[in-house]
């Protein structure tokens, strides 16, 4: 099962953490649906190619990304949105599409919306489409912070 990678992680950091239950979903929107979860306090992953090594966006699920503001964070670099089949082969404990936004545990760099420290928790895919894991949003950002950048405050 996909979250057990991540749960081990997560138990070997002392992470407290909820996992939550839903019906098979696949976009971010309907997921944070079935879960009952506003669209901005679930975090999406988005896989983007930059100047030829994948990375993710980390962002809310009712944003975009915007290779543009990526491409700033970057140092200029070309950036394009990512094929499945580019970036399937990363991970392979996870369904495509339901990647956790852990880009360390994945040799990634993770691109951040700000927008996602405005709330204290964060919710996201947990390796599959009907998994989700809710933790403190400073755990994450401790876990992840080696591969972190943070996107423009205008993204």
Do not use: W
């Not at 950036?79 to 339901?98: K, M, Q, W």
């Amino acid at each position: 099962m996909p979250i057990n990678t991540l749960k081990k992680y997560l138990n070997e950091n002392d992470v407290k953490y909820v996992t939550i239950q839903h019906s098979s979903a696949f976009t971010a929107q309907e997921i944070a649906e079935s879960a009952h979860i506003s669209g901005k306090e679930l975090a999406k992953v988005v896989i983007v190619n930059i100047d030829g090594d994948l990375a993710m966006v980390v962002l809310p699920a009712s944003e975009n990304v915007d290779c543009g503001i990526v491409s700033q964070a970057a140092g200029g670099a070309t950036v394009l949105i990512a094929g499945e089949d580019e970036f399937s082969t990363r991970f392979p404990d996870c369904e495509i599409g339901a990647m956790p936004p852990f880009g360390n545990l994945y040799d990634m760099k993770i691109y951040l919306s700000p927008t996602l420290a405005d709330d204290t928790e964060i919710s996201f895919n947990a390796g599959s489409h009907t998994e989700l894991i809710k933790l403190e949003y400073s755990d994450f950002v401790r876990l992840a912070k080696e591969a972190i950048i943070e996107l423009p405050a205008s993204f």
